[in-house]
C-alpha cells in the first residue's frame, strides 16, 4: 500500500473511531476501529513506516490531497531519485497529458497511464524494460507539491472533485435508531442493509467497526437519553409466531418512509448490474498472475472514457468491493461458458 493510499485509510479509520475529533484518536482506538480491514497495518506501523509520530500522520492524514503530496513529497526527497531533474518531470508530465490528450492531470490519472507506458515498455521483446518514468511522489518530491507541478509544466490545474453539498449521510447508529422506531427492535446487519436499501437512505458504510461496536454506540446513546433498553426479536414483520417465523427470512426491505427530506440516496445511472459489468470489464484486462484491488480498479477506470465507468465509491455503494467483484468474476465465467 502507497504512502498516500495509507494516509486515506488512516483518515476513514480515524473517523470511524472518533467522529467528533479524528485527529486526536490514539493508537489503541485507532486499532480497535480497524479490525476487519486486515489489509491496514496497525497504528504503529504505519507510523514506523512513514517515519512519522502518530499525531502527525494524523494530521497529514486529514490535511487536502495537495498538502499530503507537499508533506510527503519534503520526506520523500532523500529517496533514490536523483536522477530526476525539474526539466525531466516537466516534460514527462506533458507527454502524459499529450497521450490522454487533456490539459491537466490528477494524481489518478497519471499512476494509471504511468502504468500503461511501463506495461508497454516491458512487452517489447528487445529493448523493453529500459523506460524511466517518475512516480508522482517522485514529482512531488521535486516540485513540492502536485499543483505546483502542473504549473512548472505548463498545464492547467487539476479542478477539484465536485462534491454534493445537499446530500445527507447517515451513520449506522442513526439507521438503526430509525429501524428501532418503526418495528421496535433491535436489528440485525443484513436487516439493516435491506432496511436502508428498501427505504433509499444514504448509509456510510462503515466497514472497518465491528457490528457489536456499531450496536453497543447505539444503545449507549439510548442509555444516555434515558430510553428503555430495545428487544431483540427474531419474528419477522406481520408473522407473530415465533416457530414458524424461525423458518423464514424476514421481509426488512420495504419502503416504509423512513427516509426524510432531503435523505433519499442519489444512486445515478449505476446500477448494481452496471457497477458488475464494469468491474468485470476490468477484471479481464489483467494479464496472467495479476491481482485485482480496488486501487487496480480505480487506476483502471481513470484510463476509461467519461461517463462510462463507474467510480470505485459507487462501486462500494451496491454491497462493497469484494460483492460486486465476485458477482463479475460469475458474470465472466458465464460469458466463457457461452462461449464455449
Known sequence: MEPLELLQKVREVAVLANPNEPTAVSQRPFDAAREGNASLPRAKRIAERLKLPWREVL?????????????????????????????????????????????????????????????????????????????????????????AALRLAGLAPSAPRPRSVDQVVLTRVEVIERFHEHYGKRPSRPELEAFARGNGLPMRAERNRKWSVIVAEWERRRREQGLPPARVDLRPPGRPTPKRARTRTADYGKDVGAARRGEHRVMGKWTRANCAAAVARYLAQLRTHERSTERGYTDWAATQPRGTTPALATVQEHGGWETVRREAIARNERALTGAA
Open 59 to 147: 494530521a497529514i492524514a486529514h490535511a487536502l490531497e495537495t498538502e499530503q503530496n507537499k508533506l510527503l513529497g519534503v520526506r520523500a526527497r532523500g529517496t533514490p531519485a536523483n536522477w530526476l531533474t525539474r526539466e525531466g518531470m516537466c516534460s514527462v508530465l506533458r507527454v502524459v497529458a499529450l497521450r490522454r490528450g487533456v490539459d491537466t492531470l490528477t494524481l489518478t490519472e497519471y499512476r494509471a497511464e504511468r502504468g500503461a507506458m511501463l506495461a508497454a515498455d516491458r512487452a517489447r521483446w528487445m529493448h523493453g524494460g529500459a523506460l524511466r518514468v517518475p512516480t508522482d511522489e517522485q514529482i512531488v518530491a521535486v516540485a513540492g507539491s502536485w499543483e
